[in-house]
């Protein structure tokens, strides 16, 4: 089936996004994990319209097929932990048009050997409803499109146990039509629906019970994106619920209270969102009031400013909210093929020949695994390296699970992975031999990495590149490259990175994040024409499906008009010497810092490398992201400059003299920043985090004792449900929200 989702922007999401442009409103923030007004008003209404409200979990992404898959790690990580779900983790997919099939199996190569595996599909929920006792399903997934009774395999489900799972891409119904809740599913899907299919976007809706696997610290921080959550998608998600009527006048004064209070949007983002991670940022104190953001200022309500050199971990082209967008978009003609014009851009800079469209660097990535597995079917192993990290998404993560950053809170979560991905070291005394003797298989269509590792910033050295070269021309697999972070010229002043490292020997090539320019999620895979060729005479109908499906004109629009807008010499010029003023700064910083050992990457795309003596805690344990989140936090705090783990994203062009006032804050700030510095201000954020784990309990006593004086019967084994029932009856006025922050300084007291 050729699935085209987006429809042309209307009138009323160009004018939404002009609104935002000019207002200065922060958009794509902190990969997902800032406490923002939007995610906590989204959050807030799509628990709302699942009944009773229950402090539902929503979590979002970039489309459709992006949150199905979170909703999968859900169920594949619940499945190695429950005890009465099989660790196989099969899925069971009513998928009555194909849809879901084509995505995650392309090649029709069944359960045991898809890029997703473990999963069976069937066409009707009367075909899944005999298929129940076929095996130890651990969930049913349901494409839901009003056309069948589901209520009999749901029941049939939950008595045997089994998460359900129901995927809604219907056009939203008028308010009172809609009853998304009724089905008494465990996690909701959606998709670009909920923006009436303009922008790309998906969530999905989680009961407390199916949450509850990723109600911690590690993993409520680690299944985020960089362009989910971003303020133009939930607005515009806002404004489609409004349009049907879905947003009733209480809810629009809770709404407010949102936006106007800290605390309120703080504790609705807690309820609805992401509740480990409020409650951390919290008590450390990186919730954050933002106010505006303009070029490479973010300021807060509170009058501070930070500068920006992380926000969007890398999508950041040129800064924030650029005033010529709001031209660009005033001239937005829905019949002008700015996809072509994009592609035609990329084509031209890179010398590929075909792109695909993608709204993630996720997504952008699948299309090239897709492509490479339909290039060369008969040989399915895909080399690359360790460290390397691609996404999250099911089928990314098949090469992307040995990054050093940490996707769960157990080994082996999400399995099972794609059975014929080889991991080579790249920094092992046996790599060469290793790398070259994973290549020389017969069975390697693809070699895939990061040449420079996103995450640590490490350079792939450049004799593993030389054998990568060498085998090829041998070989004859196809060679792609993860440019997510390292192109668009922000690693070298190539357009891409790997055309000084790696020249005439790469076949494919994702790219994502700048191309968005911190507006909406916008990326692509360039490919070469015999790639492409070969991939048609494996499946016509599949290499048209990866052209069509995340075809979306409005984002090519706003990428090609940022594109252009920096492509010229006196642009150049500038980003090369702010780039050289803040290599100067941060190599003068290590000289003269005890904390800092190196400075790691290339071009803009760098890092400040602790040395690690001095903190001898393993990698991606509770104490060493303390200790990391100690050292950002102060670097925020005494130098106004925002980092991501040590990483710099400043952006790509950013304005002139802009690199010498980040230099020059880091240098004041890290004046008597020592080691003992770091390890004061981790004990003082563990006694925050402490105390205020103690307030919030303190809170609930508050809130139970308040409850039984309007009359709630309420015992101390009570479900959560119940108590949420209540706090719902209870607070249902905006008011009594807002009082409620009055009571902050009697729970001191009680603490006291």
């Given at each position: 089936m050729d699935y085209q989702r987006y429809t042309a922007a209307g009138e009323a999401t160009i004018a939404t996004i002009r609104d935002l442009n000019r207002r200065k409103r922060p958009n794509i923030l902190f990969a997902g994990l800032a406490i923002t007004i939007e995610c906590a008003q989204v959050g807030y209404l799509l628990d709302a319209l699942h009944g009773p409200q229950a402090d539902r979990v929503t979590y979002f992404g970039n489309s459709l097929e992006e949150a199905v898959s979170g909703a999968i790690r859900l169920v594949r990580q619940s499945s190695k932990v429950d005890d009465f779900r099989s660790p196989d983790s099969w899925i069971l997919v009513v998928d009555h048009d194909g849809r879901l099939r084509d995505y995650f199996d392309p090649l029709a190569e069944g359960g045991e050997r898809a890029l997703a595996r473990h999963l069976s599909f069937v066409p009707t929920a009367a075909a899944a409803l005999a298929a129940l006792t076929d095996r130890q399903w651990s969930a049913v997934l349901v494409l839901a499109d009003g056309g069948e009774d589901l209520d009999e395999l749901l029941a049939a489900a939950a008595d045997r146990r089994i998460m359900r799972i129901v995927c809604d891409t219907r056009p939203l119904p008028p308010a009172g039509e809609w009853q998304p809740g009724r089905t008494g599913a465990d996690v909701y899907v959606y998709g670009e629906n909920l923006t009436d299919n303009q922008v790309p976007f998906g969530c999905y809706v989680m009961t407390p019970d199916a949450y509850r696997v990723w109600n911690n610290p590690v993993d409520a921080m680690a299944q985020t994106s960089t362009f989910a959550?971003?303020?133009?998608?939930?607005?515009?998600?806002?404004?489609?619920?409004?349009?049907?009527?879905?947003?009733?006048?209480?809810?629009?004064?809770?709404?407010?209270?949102?936006?106007?209070?800290?605390?309120?949007?703080?504790?609705?983002?807690?309820?609805?969102?992401?509740?480990?991670?409020?409650?951390?940022?919290?008590?450390?104190?990186?919730?954050?009031?933002?106010?505006?953001?303009?070029?490479?200022?973010?300021?807060?309500?509170?009058?501070?400013?930070?500068?920006?050199?992380?926000?969007?971990?890398?999508?950041?082209?040129?800064?924030?909210?650029?005033?010529?967008?709001?031209?660009?978009?005033?001239?937005?003609?829905?019949?002008?093929?700015?996809?072509?014009?994009?592609?035609?851009?990329?084509?031209?800079?890179?010398?590929?020949?075909?792109?695909?469209?993608?709204?993630?660097?996720?997504?952008?990535?699948?299309?090239?695994?897709?492509?490479?597995?339909?290039?060369?079917?008969?040989?399915?192993?895909?080399?690359?390296?360790?460290?390397?990290?691609?996404?999250?998404?099911?089928?990314?993560?098949?090469?992307?699970?040995?990054?050093?950053?940490?996707?769960?809170?157990?080994?082996?979560?999400?399995?099972?992975?794609?059975?014929?991905?080889?991991?080579?070291?790249?920094?092992?005394?046996?790599?060469?031999?290793?790398?070259?003797?994973?290549?020389?298989?017969?069975?390697?269509?693809?070699?895939?990495?990061?040449?420079?590792?996103?995450?640590?910033?490490?350079?792939?050295?450049?004799?593993?590149?030389?054998?990568?070269?060498?085998?090829?021309?041998?070989?004859?697999?196809?060679?792609?490259?993860?440019?997510?972070?390292?192109?668009?010229?922000?690693?070298?002043?190539?357009?891409?990175?790997?055309?000084?490292?790696?020249?005439?020997?790469?076949?494919?090539?994702?790219?994502?994040?700048?191309?968005?320019?911190?507006?909406?999620?916008?990326?692509?895979?360039?490919?070469?024409?015999?790639?492409?060729?070969?991939?048609?005479?494996?499946?016509?109908?599949?290499?048209?499906?990866?052209?069509?499906?995340?075809?979306?004109?409005?984002?090519?629009?706003?990428?090609?008009?940022?594109?252009?807008?920096?492509?010229?010499?006196?642009?150049?010029?500038?980003?090369?010497?702010?780039?050289?003023?803040?290599?100067?700064?941060?190599?003068?910083?290590?000289?003269?810092?005890?904390?800092?050992?190196?400075?790691?990457?290339?071009?803009?795309?760098?890092?400040?490398?602790?040395?690690?003596?001095?903190?001898?805690?393993r990698e991606n344990t509770v104490l060493s992201e303390m200790i990391d989140q100690s050292i950002e936090d102060l670097i925020l705090r005494r130098c106004g400059v925002i980092l991501g783990r040590g990483r710099f994203f400043p952006p790509i062009f950013p304005p002139a003299g802009a690199m010498a006032d980040v230099v020059e804050r880091l240098q004041r700030g890290f004046d008597g920043f020592t080691v003992a510095t770091v390890y004061a201000n981790l004990l003082r954020n563990i006694a925050a985090f402490a105390s205020f784990g103690i307030r919030r309990q303190v809170g609930a006593l508050v809130e139970r004792f308040a409850q039984l004086g309007k009359g709630?019967?309420?015992?101390?084994?009570?479900?959560?449900?119940?108590?949420?029932?209540?706090?719902?009856?209870?607070?249902?006025?905006?008011?009594?929200?807002?009082?409620?922050?009055?009571?902050?300084?009697d729970r001191a007291t009680v603490e006291q």
């Open positions: 959550a971003s303020a133009t998608a939930l607005t515009l998600v806002v404004n489609t619920l409004r349009d049907k009527g879905s947003v009733t006048a209480h809810q629009e004064r809770v709404l407010t209270a949102i936006e106007n209070d800290r605390k309120t949007r703080n504790e609705y983002f807690r309820r609805y969102v992401n509740p480990s991670a409020a409650d951390m940022m919290e008590a450390f104190g990186l919730d954050f009031d933002f106010d505006r953001a303009d070029g490479m200022e973010i300021s807060l309500r509170d009058g501070r400013s930070l500068l920006d050199c992380a926000c969007g971990t890398g999508a950041n082209l040129r800064g924030h909210n650029l005033p010529d967008l709001d031209e660009a978009l005033a001239a937005h003609q829905p019949d002008t093929d700015y996809v072509g014009e994009l592609a035609e851009f990329l084509c031209e800079r890179s010398g590929f020949d075909e792109v695909f469209p993608a709204v993630s660097g996720a997504t952008s990535v699948e299309n090239a695994l897709v492509l490479a597995r339909l290039a060369l079917p008969d040989r399915p192993r895909i080399v690359t390296f360790s460290g390397n990290f691609s996404g999250k998404t099911i089928t990314t993560l098949n090469v992307s699970r040995y990054g050093p950053q940490r996707s769960a809170s157990i080994p082996g979560a999400f399995e099972p992975y794609y059975s014929d991905v080889v991991f080579v070291d790249p920094f092992s005394p046996t790599a060469a031999r290793d790398l070259r003797s994973a290549l020389d298989d017969p069975q390697a269509g693809l070699f895939w990495a990061e040449l420079i590792q996103g995450t640590t910033c490490e350079i792939i050295p450049p004799e593993l590149l030389r054998i990568v070269a060498e085998v090829k021309a041998a070989r004859g697999f196809i060679v792609g490259v993860d440019e997510v972070l390292t192109g668009v010229w922000r690693s070298a002043d190539t357009f891409l990175y790997h055309e000084g490292v790696l020249p005439g020997v790469v076949d494919i090539v994702t790219l994502a994040k700048p191309l968005s320019d911190m507006i909406i999620p916008v990326a692509a895979t360039l490919a070469r024409a015999d790639v492409v060729a070969d991939a048609e005479v494996t499946n016509t109908a599949a290499v048209q499906r990866l052209r069509s499906r995340y075809r979306n004109n409005l984002g090519a629009h706003i990428a090609v008009n940022a594109l252009r807008a920096v492509d010229n010499p006196a642009s150049h010029e500038q980003r090369r010497t702010e780039r050289e003023t803040l290599l100067r700064g941060l190599q003068a910083l290590t000289a003269t810092s005890p904390l800092i050992r190196s400075v790691e990457g290339a071009g803009a795309h760098v890092r400040i490398d602790i040395d690690r003596r001095y903190f001898p805690f709630g019967e309420v015992s101390v084994g009570d479900s959560v449900e119940v108590r949420n029932d209540l706090r719902a009856r209870d607070q249902a006025d905006v008011q009594l929200i807002l009082d409620a922050r009055d009571t902050d300084k």
